[in-house]
């Protein structure tokens, strides 16, 4: 459909619609709005629009490509492949002939659901609708050498959507709710907010917190859940301009380890407000203890301990799913990890 949307806040007028074919569900559109071109789902890949006149769309080219979702700025395009496992990105300076610049396979092997670029353009982050999947950011600075740098997940295990605005990466994350990553340093990306709009649980199901959108003006957060509400947030950029020796974090963290999965070395980290006596314990799913990795009293500060899941076993440590817990004072968290072997 194509609106008008001048007249705002007083009403908005109908101009009329775009029909691709009567048999195209069309999932999702990008718009660039530095070049006026809308990229738009269809059963071949992407239809390209000339939006000059925006009242009467244009048909100029396709993008050769299947997908799920397809974000467009400054003529590169930026395509999630879906069960593919596979993004894309096309160069799409001609309309008529778009290019494809690089094809990259996710790992993990998950429904490759959403990609968003940093706004230097040198990390895409993207999402994988299925259970147990990362968020992962990648290094497409250098397109032959692409490179996965680090990845993260809510206590939840299943992340829908994520959008870039500044520094900071909005996660819609289901029955996690909103999440917020500082990704001033996209290597290591640190969890600065969640907010949990389904306080029911934090089931791997299809509930809660769908959609998010930062984008704009006045730091307000919009996010919809499936359940058909709307939450608006205020989100404050944080100040993280301070001499890192003497930094302490404000709350305690046990952050996603990474790389995960992994074979067979894994950094955990975790945040100490204060001097604590800490405790993280390795657990299989069935609650045994697989191996203690720090029991003592630490400082306050920014910390991580390596887990080698070869090391130190009188018997193989086989693949699988993992629980590692925290306790810190009367701080405790549980997240999961996947060994492969």
Request: glycine share 6%.
């Amino acid at each position: 459909m194509i609106l008008d949307l001048q007249y705002l806040p007083d009403s908005v007028r109908f101009v009329g619609s775009y029909e691709i074919s009567p048999d195209i569900r069309s999932h999702n559109l990008s718009i660039d709005v530095a070049t006026g071109f809308a990229y738009i789902e269809e059963s071949n890949g992407w239809l390209i629009l000339d939006l000059a006149d925006p009242e009467n769309p244009i048909d100029v080219g396709i993008i050769s490509a299947p997908g799920h979702d397809i974000m467009v700025r400054n003529d590169t395009a930026y395509v999630a492949e879906g069960w593919g496992s596979i993004f894309s990105i096309w160069d799409v300076t001609s309309k008529a002939h778009p290019q494809e610049l690089v094809s990259i396979a996710s790992p993990s092997n998950g429904y490759l659901h959403n990609i968003w670029p940093t706004e230097d353009g040198n990390y895409v982050l993207t999402t994988e609708e299925t259970d147990n999947r990362t968020v992962k950011i990648w290094d497409i600075s250098d397109l032959n050498n692409v490179n996965l740098v680090a990845e993260y997940l809510a206590p939840n295990d299943l992340a829908h959507n994520v959008h870039i605005e500044g520094d900071y990466a909005f996660i819609s994350h289901y029955t996690s709710g909103v999440v917020v990553l500082d990704i001033h340093d996209p290597t290591d990306p640190v969890e600065v907010a969640i907010y949990d709009t389904y306080a029911q649980n934090d089931n791997s199901v299809f509930a809660g917190c769908w959609g998010v959108y930062p984008h704009t003006s006045n730091n307000m957060v919009f996010t919809s859940n499936i359940e058909g509400y709307l939450n608006i947030f205020q989100f404050n950029d944080i100040d993280i301009d301070v001499d890192a020796e003497t930094a302490l974090p404000g709350v305690f963290v046990l952050h996603q380890n990474y790389p995960n999965p992994f074979n067979p070395v894994t950094t955990l980290r975790y945040d100490l407000p204060e001097n604590s006596l800490v405790n993280i314990i390795i657990y299989d799913l069935l609650g045994r203890q697989v191996k203690s990795l720090i029991n003592q009293t630490q400082d306050a500060g920014f910390k991580s301990v390596i887990w080698d899941a070869t090391n130190d076993y009188s018997k193989p440590v086989s693949a699988g799913v993992y629980l590692y817990k925290i306790q810190a004072g009367e701080f405790v968290q549980t997240r999961k990890m996947v060994l492969l072997k």
